[in-house]
């Protein structure tokens, strides 16, 4: 009788162990599979796929193209070299002016020569909502939207492109950008000027859709 | 032996063949259950989520077609900064018109929908959240086929719009710069025109779109209420057939397990109460009951038993008044005699002579008494039967006959008790006194399951018609007959050890008793 109950107890016993274990299985199961799942999803935010790295290849290349319009070239370079020996202090207080305005110092920036020349490529080339372009300085030249800086060389943007005179083209991740208000790929490309310097650097800002379009 | 079935284990039997009758009820119910949870999140699954994908997609139409009006509306719009906004709006809604189209054809957990634009839309359905909020099954044919020309005129609005745009910001750029823009705007009025017309053959197709969807919410919705009012009926019927099943199983059960058995015994109990000890209870019940039933007819056996034990020591103590009054009564009335007659003999011989019978009468009276303690012994003895030596009895029963030439051969053992001394001493003393013999001749043989003790004498020997009645109650032969009752309380102490006694003729001369008693194992 009492072995019968002892049994009957062992029995129970390993009924319940083993519910629970896979009960506790399934769980665990169902949790890898969750997280297994979000890496998956992370990596599709974090990376950019082949088919997308050759467009926004091509697209960079149609910057670099226009790094090497003369208009743009020319006024760069001339700016560069005009800005050359402003202090600190002075851009300072430039870019203060840039934020108020003053005597409507950005709106130069909006219908200058280098601005209409973005403007046009920006017309021929729909998914670029923001363009512009900035001297060896780091002080813009011409854009096709108002910035919220007139100073970009404290940006690291700048500082990789300018690659310390070197020069060098490449683009960001897909984030969103506020001046285009939608998911974009920032591409980064040096003015070189007639010498083989870098006289300034092109930002274009890309919306997704213009990567979209091309897939 | 046939395995005792309790009533516990009948009843527990019987709710578990009741719980598996609800079990398949219950099988049943959550298979109708099933169907209707399936249809349901199909509804949810597919449906649903078509339909808000569908709701999506014209949401992001009206937000495309808007930014259209909201950018061309006007021709005094001079800001280049409006057309942008407008824009980027235009192409936030075009984004979603194709991430919704796109989960409607492909199902928006597709490799295909993952992989398409190069995982651009995927993205954007992941950074929106969408993949949490929606799960988009590849549509059906006809709804997947909808949204392709849907989608193919979207293209095509799409293309054109951007085309407005650029020849918008065009002419804009050309009046800032003071430049001639006639050729744009005529191109623009063009492409206006061709979007109002996309537009108006896209309405066509969403108005068939919206009425697929809502015809097939339509058939959805009766499948289900079909499916649902089948399993309300499936569940009634069978909650009714499960209280009609219980209450018919309780009912019959009860009776076969409880109430017929229990009448029977009761009106058994009446019948024993009223002393019939023959009436037995026919109980087949297999459990509990059924023991009692037969332990019930046991003690309605062992009444009937000791009704008939009591019954003959009634009819015994009848007959030893009877002898108590007449034959000690007899002896006593001579010794009363007797001693009157004393007082006025003064003859001594005659004195010697009334004394000599009363001494007699004494003796008699005495041996009277002790027939009756052997009588008392033999008809109250009721205990318990063992095996006895007989060989050993008789010894012993041989030492109260010095004067008799008594021999023995054989020996055995015999189921008996205490009062099997009686028997020998009894046939013994009959011997002594009627056979006119004092040669015994005893021989103990076994013969199966019994054990023969064959008394002989060489006497007389004993009459034929005598033989007959020599064991019954109260019978007296020849001059020395005492009380009768000797032989009878002998065949009275057999019986009760479920043997016989029997007298024969001895060859050449006198009686042969022969007792036989069961052999003991």
């Given amino acids: ?215 | 032996m046939k395995k005792l079935r309790s009533i516990q284990t009948e009843l527990t039997l019987i709710f578990l063949g009741l719980v598996g009758f609800l079990l398949i009820l219950g099988v049943i119910f959550l298979y109708n259950l099933s169907i209707v949870s399936k249809n349901f999140e199909d509804h949810i699954e597919n449906q649903m989520p078509t339909s808000l994908a569908t709701q999506q997609v014209l949401v992001a139409l009206e937000g495309v077609t808007g930014e259209l009006s909201a950018a061309f509306r006007a021709e005094d719009i001079t800001d280049i900064q409006i057309i942008r906004d407008s824009e980027a709006n235009f192409n936030k809604n075009v984004l979603n018109f194709e991430m919704f189209a796109q989960a409607v054809i492909e199902g928006s957990d597709s490799e295909n929908f993952k992989r398409l634009d190069g995982g651009i839309i995927y993205r954007e359905w992941i950074l929106h959240g969408f993949n949490n909020i929606y799960k988009i099954h590849k549509s059906d044919e006809a709804n997947a086929r909808l949204m392709v020309e849907v989608d193919a005129l979207f293209d095509k609005l799409v293309a054109k719009s951007e085309r407005a745009f650029q020849l918008k910001k065009s002419i804009l750029r050309l009046h800032e710069q003071g430049e001639t823009h006639e050729e744009q705007h005529a191109e623009l009025d063009e492409v206006l025109s061709a979007i109002k017309n996309i537009k108006t053959e896209m309405g066509g197709k969403i108005t068939q779109m919206v009425e697929f969807n809502t015809q097939t919410s339509e058939d959805q919705h009766q499948h289900v209420s079909g499916i649902i009012m089948k399993v309300e009926l499936i569940t009634y019927t069978s909650l009714i057939l499960s209280m009609i099943f219980a209450i018919m199983l309780g009912y019959f059960v009860a009776e076969k397990l409880l109430i017929i058995p229990i009448t029977k015994l009761q009106k058994g109990s009446r019948e024993i109460a009223s002393g019939n000890f023959n009436y037995e209870v026919s109980v087949e019940n297999h459990d509990e009951l059924g023991t009692l039933a037969k332990g019930f007819n046991q003690m309605a056996s062992q009444l009937k038993a000791r009704d008939i034990k009591i019954r003959e020591l009634t009819s015994t103590l009848k007959v030893l008044n009877k002898l108590l009054r007449h034959d000690l009564l007899n002896d006593l009335t001579i010794i009363q005699g007797n001693l009157e007659m004393f007082q006025d003999m003064k003859d001594k011989l005659q004195v010697e002579t009334f004394i000599g019978d009363s001494q007699s009468a004494v003796a008699r009276g005495m041996e009277f008494i002790k027939k009756m303690r052997d009588l008392e012994n033999s008809v109250l003895a009721g205990g318990e039967l063992k095996p006895v030596d007989v060989s050993k009895v008789i010894s012993t029963v041989i030492e109260n006959y010095p004067k008799m030439k008594i021999t023995t051969t054989g020996a055995a053992s015999v189921v008996a008790d205490e009062a099997i001394t009686s028997v020998f001493d009894n046939i013994i003393g009959n011997v002594q006194m009627h056979s006119g013999s004092d040669v015994v001749n005893i021989e103990v043989n076994v013969s199966g399951k019994f054990v023969n003790i064959k008394i002989a004498d060489e006497g007389k020997g004993i009459p034929d018609d005598v033989k007959v009645k020599l064991f019954t109650e109260g019978f007296k032969y020849g001059e020395t007959g005492h009380s009768g009752l000797g032989l009878y309380i002998v065949r009275m102490t057999v019986e009760r050890y479920g043997g016989s006694i029997t007298v024969t003729d001895n060859t050449p001369k006198g009686a042969v008793f022969i007792v036989r008693l069961p052999k003991a194992d």
């Avoid at chain 1, 199961?29 to 890496?39: C, M, Q």
């Avoid at chain 1, 020069?167 to 208000?181: F, L, P, T």
């Fill in chain 1, 1 to 215: 009788m009492l072995r019968k109950i002892v049994s009957e107890r062992i029995g129970l016993l390993l009924a319940v162990l083993i519910l629970a274990s896979v009960s506790g299985g399934l769980y665990f199961y169902r949790n890898a599979n969750r997280s297994a799942n979000e890496n998956v999803i992370q990596q599709t935010l974090d990376e950019l796929s082949p088919e997308v790295e050759k467009v926004v290849g091509k697209k960079l290349s149609l910057i670099e193209n226009l790094a090497t319009n003369d208009v743009i070239v020319s006024e760069t370079l001339s700016q560069s070299i005009k800005n050359a020996t402003l202090t600190t202090k002075q851009i300072e207080k430039l870019d203060e002016d840039w934020l108020t305005n003053r005597g409507g110092f950005v709106d130069g920036y909006l219908t200058n020569k280098v601005a209409f020349e973005l403007l046009e490529f920006q017309e021929l080339n729909p998914g670029f909502p923001e363009i512009f372009v900035t001297d060896s300085k780091g002080l813009n030249v011409g854009q096709t939207n108002k910035t919220s800086d007139y100073y970009q060389a404290d940006e690291k943007w700048w500082i990789d492109a300018y690659a310390d005179g070197v020069g060098k083209s490449y683009h960001g991740d897909i984030e969103y950008d506020e001046s285009a208000q939608s998911e974009s790929v920032s591409l980064y490309v040096p003015v070189i000027g007639s010498e083989g310097k870098v006289v300034g650097i092109i930002k274009a800002v890309m919306d997704i859709r213009a990567i979209e379009r091309e897939l």
